[in-house]
C-alpha cells in the first residue's frame, strides 16, 4: 500500500481515512522501508495533509500505544456544578519545530494547570524537530523517565499530573524514528504526537506551527472524540498563544469548530518581542520554568498565563480568559504549580525501574 500512496501522493492526490490507515499500519509493522517511510512523509508534507489523513493516521497509532488506566470517563460537566476530582485529564502539547526556539511553554503550563487542581497527562518526547523536546527538559527539572506505564498512573492519581513519554506508550513507532531523526523536518509525525496521547486526554490545548492547521486539527480531534480544545497558532508560527502578536485561535466545543484571532492587549498584556520568551537547550529552558514558578514576572510569565488560561477555560474551571489568567496567577503565586513539580520529581524517582537504549533510538522499561 505505501508504494502505491507514495505515487498517489506525489500526483497531489488526497488519500482516504481508509487508505491512511493502511500506509499507517505497515509503517507501524515493520513493513516498509525506511526509505518509503522517508519518501512518503515528505510528499504528504509538501502536498498538505488532509483531515481524512491525519485523522486516519492517528487511528492508528491510539490503537497501537500502551493503554492508561485513568479516572477520566466524568468529561465536561457544566461549569457551574464542576467537581475537579471528577475533571476530565487535560493535555498542553505543541508539535514542536516552529523554529522560534521559545522555552518550553506548554510544560510549564501543564505544572500551573495542575496546581489549580486539574488532571493533567502530559504527552511529549525528546527533542526532534526542535532544539529542547518536553523529556529533555522534565529530565533536567529532575523528573525520572525511567518508569513504566503503572507509575505514570499512579503521579496522575495522586499528584494530579504525570508524563507521557511517547517512547514508552508508542513502541510502534520505533519503525519510523530513524527516518524521521534523518529527514529532520516537520512531517506528519509532529501533528500525530498531540494527537496520540494514551490518557485519552478529551481536552486540550494544542499549538501548531501553520495558522491554517488550527482549523484542519480542531476538525480532526472532534473526530478523534475530544470534547473541547484550543488549537492554536501565534503570529511567526509559535505552536502556542503568543505574547509577541495575535494568535489564529479555532476553538472545539460541542463539535464545532470557531475561528478567530487573539492579542495579549485583549487581556492587558504588553506585546514582547520575540527575543523575551526565546529559550536554549534543556539546561536553560529548566532554569527558566523554575523561576516562572517561583513566581518571577515578564514576559514568560505573562505567555504562561495566557495558555494556563487556554488550559482551564477547554478544562471546564473557567468561562473566559479573563477568569483563567487569575486562576493561573493564584497557582504560581500561592505555590502550587511549583509543588506540583516537586510531588513529580520526588514520585518518579521513587520507582526502582531502569531502563535499556535501543538501537532504533527509544528504550525498553523493566520493572526491577
Known amino acids: ?113 495542575a496546581g489549580a487542581g486539574v488532571k493533567v497527562a502530559k504527552h511529549g518526547n525528546r527533542a526532534v524537530s526542535s532544539r529542547c523536546g518536553s523529556a529533555d527538559v522534565l529530565e533536567n527539572l529532575g523528573v525520572n523517565l525511567d518508569v513504566n506505564v503503572s507509575d505514570v498512573e499512579r503521579c496522575i492519581r495522586e499528584i494530579g499530573i504525570g508524563f507521557l513519554y511517547a517512547p514508552l506508550f508508542h513502541g510502534a513507532m520505533r519503525f519510523a524514528a530513524g527516518p524521521r531523526r534523518e529527514i529532520g523536518v516537520r512531517t506528519i509525525f509532529n501533528l500525530l504526537g498531540p494527537l496520540t496521547n494514551p490518557a485519552g486526554a478529551t481536552s486540550q490545548v494544542l499549538g501548531v ?35 509577541c502578536g495575535p494568535t489564529t485561535v479555532s476553538h472545539l466545543k460541542k463539535g464545532k469548530v470557531e475561528t478567530f484571532e487573539m492579542t495579549p492587549e485583549e487581556y492587558g498584556f504588553y506585546r514582547a518581542a520575540p527575543e523575551a520568551i526565546r529559550g536554549g537547550n534543556a539546561m536553560e529552558n529548566a532554569r527558566i520554568i523554575r523561576k516562572i514558578l517561583d513566581g518571577e514576572r515578564g514576559p514568560k510569565r505573562d505567555i504562561v498565563l495566557l495558555n494556563s488560561a487556554a ?9 473566559d480568559f479573563t477568569e483563567g489568567i487569575e486562576r493561573a496567577k493564584d497557582s504560581i503565586d500561592s505555590g502550587r504549580a511549583r509543588e506540583k513539580l516537586d510531588s513529580l520529581v520526588r514520585l518518579t524517582n521513587e520507582s526502582k525501574n531502569f531502563a535499556r537504549d535501543e538501537p532504533w533510538g527509544g528504550r525498553t522499561y523493566i520493572r526491577d
Open 311 to 319: 488550559a482551564f477555560v477547554v478544562a471546564g474551571l473557567d468561562n
Open 1 to 113: 500500500m505505501i508504494k502505491q500512496a507514495i505515487a498517489k501522493v506525489v500526483k497531489q492526490e488526497n488519500l482516504t481515512e481508509k487508505e491512511m490507515e493502511e500506509v499507517m499500519e505497515e509503517i507501524m509493522t515493520g513493513n516498509a522501508t525506511p526509505a518509503q517511510i522517508g519518501s512518503f512523509v515528505t510528499a504528504l508534507r509538501m502536498k498538505g495533509e488532509t483531515v481524512d489523513e491525519i485523522t486516519g493516521a492517528a487511528r492508528v497509532m491510539r490503537a497501537k500505544a500502551a493503554k492508561m488506566k485513568v479516572n477520566n470517563h466524568l468529561v465536561h460537566i457544566d461549569r457551574d456544578e464542576i467537581n475537579v476530582d471528577d475533571e476530565t485529564i487535560l493535555d498542553t502539547c505543541g508539535t514542536g519545530g516552529d523554529g522560534t526556539n521559545t522555552f518550553n511553554v506548554s510544560t510549564t503550563t501543564a505544572f500551573v494547570a
Open 209 to 243: 506551527y501553520y495558522p491554517h492547521l488550527t482549523e484542519t486539527i480542531a476538525q480532526v480531534l472532534e473526530r478523534l472524540g475530544t470534547r473541547e480544545a484550543f488549537v492554536v497558532c501565534g503570529e511567526g508560527t509559535y505552536d502556542e498563544i503568543s505574547i
